[in-house]
């Protein structure tokens, strides 16, 4: 097998062993979508069989799963800085498939959030490597498209979530429950978990086509006895972060926000519609599915194709800037569609801005990366991932969960809990990357 030197090009050529990664690594992140998505569908059906409340729900959606997920992207972005990246995700995606299937077998809510749990650590480890690997196969110039296709596969992964599993669940519970071989009587909520854990461990071995080892790149030479500027690998990566405290904690902060809306209205859009339109799962995730994936996968590469121009051209907060001014206009969508919207149509019209406008990941890791020196990325981005994910994988569905019941006190209020989270967390987040471009690009210049 050919070492990465042989396989990564210069900055003017990219090899197709380098295309043919990403799309494999897009692929991998569709399959964590899919798996950790498929519960927002299932919402109704698990509250009436474990006989649990919707913060209950958000606890599953979120702390379950987004606080553990959070806590070892970092260890496991540790390990992808220093050893095999590919095995990394080769045991991550294994163990996320094992307990994905561990969901289907729970009897309780304890025994589905500890599988829920695994979840969680499982795809905490899949990002971190992965964004070090499309670092080191692609020169900065084309890296904010890279990471945007490759983010592209979060916005298929939740729209195939939504159509195969509503399509299952349809199935499903016209079947009532089944009895299978080894696994004995399932409800239909389980039989969906069992289908989509399995294929992961066939989907694992895949990335093994990815070259082994980091891209070397060649730094000029400096007399020994000049001193390295602050905050650079010889003085640690200690003296890193406190060099870059300004940037690092506005930027987490301010992408955060955007986090908190996205987990925040994918845990519980299918329930609002369902709930305020009475609308099927197959209706839900036809219309869903579509704008996600559309949307989403539009905004995620557009975006990073955006963020690459505007930088080439000097625009050293271009990642950070675009936020700043396109954060409002989520928030004006989120409002439109989950609080004033009083038809399917109308909610379903003001939801394409939201989803085109939302996707972060290229634009966020991309400036992170290029404000950071190689061999702390894999840890940077570990740190950046583990900070959104507590903010919005946690706090998103229970700061929604926590109005539905205790502020609007009405199930089906959801939608405007939605849209009170929205709107402060937009209007927050706006204020925050407004304050960070300054430390952007002093970030930048000084990388």
């Known amino acids: ?22 799309v494999i690594l897009g692929s991998m992140l569709v399959l964590s979508y899919l798996d950790r998505g498929i519960l927002s569908l299932l919402v109704e059906p698990i509250r009436k069989d474990l006989h649990i409340t919707d913060v209950d729900i958000s606890l599953l959606q979120g702390l379950a799963f987004g606080v553990f997920y959070a806590l070892f992207a970092f260890p496991l972005g540790w390990l992808a800085d220093r050893y095999s990246r590919r095995g990394v995700i080769f045991f991550c995606i294994t163990g996320w498939s094992l307990a994905t299937t561990a969901c289907g077998l729970a009897g309780s809510f304890w025994q589905l959030a500890a599988a829920r749990l695994c979840v969680g650590i499982g795809e905490g480890g899949l990002s971190p490597a992965a964004y070090r690997i499309i670092g080191d196969l692609f020169p900065p110039r084309r890296l904010g498209m890279a990471l945007g296709i490759f983010s592209a596969g979060a916005s298929l992964g939740l729209p195939v979530a939504i159509i195969l599993g509503g399509a299952i669940v349809t199935w499903a519970a016209s079947q009532g ?112 599915g579509v704008i996600n994936a559309g949307c989403g996968m539009i905004g995620h590469a557009g975006w990073g194709w955006v963020v690459d121009r505007w930088f080439s051209r000097g625009v050293k907060d271009a990642h950070i800037r675009l936020y700043a001014i396109t954060f ?42 290029l404000a950071t020196p190689v061999e702390y990325r894999g840890r940077t981005t570990a740190l950046f991932t583990m900070v959104f994910n507590i903010v ?50 002093n970030a930048i210049s000084a990388a």
């Open 328 to 369: 409002p206009l989520i928030g004006v969508g989120a409002v439109v569609a989950y609080g004033l919207a009083d038809s399917p149509l109308m909610a379903f019209a003001a939801l394409p801005i939201v989803h085109l406008l939302m996707p972060f990941t290229a634009p966020a890791v991309g400036h992170l990366q």
């Open 1 to 22: 097998m050919r070492d990465l030197r042989s396989v990564a090009a210069d900055d003017d050529r990219i090899s197709v062993r380098a295309w043919l990664t990403l």
């Open 177 to 288: 429950s089944m009895s299978l071989p080894l696994f004995g009587d399932v409800q239909p909520w389980q039989l969906v978990f069992l289908v989509l854990g399995p294929p992961g461990l066939l989907i694992a071995p895949l990335i093994f086509i990815a070259p082994r080892g980091a891209r070397v790149q060649k730094q000029p030479s400096e007399p020994a006895a000049v001193k390295a500027p602050q905050g650079k690998p010889a003085d640690g990566y200690g003296a890193f972060l406190r060099s870059r405290m300004k940037y690092l904690t506005l930027h987490f902060s301010g992408y955060s926000m955007i986090a908190m809306i996205a987990y925040g209205a994918g845990a519980w859009a299918p329930t609002y519609f369902q709930r305020r339109f009475g609308l099927s799962m197959v209706e839900i995730g036809l219309f869903l």
């Open 392 to 441: 919005g994988a946690a706090l998103g569905p229970l700061i929604v969960a926590i109005l539905t019941e205790h502020v609007f006190r009405d199930p089906a209020k959801v939608g405007l809990s939605i849209a009170t989270m929205a709107a402060a967390a937009a209007a927050l987040g706006t204020i925050i990357f407004v304050f960070c471009l300054k430390p952007a690009r």
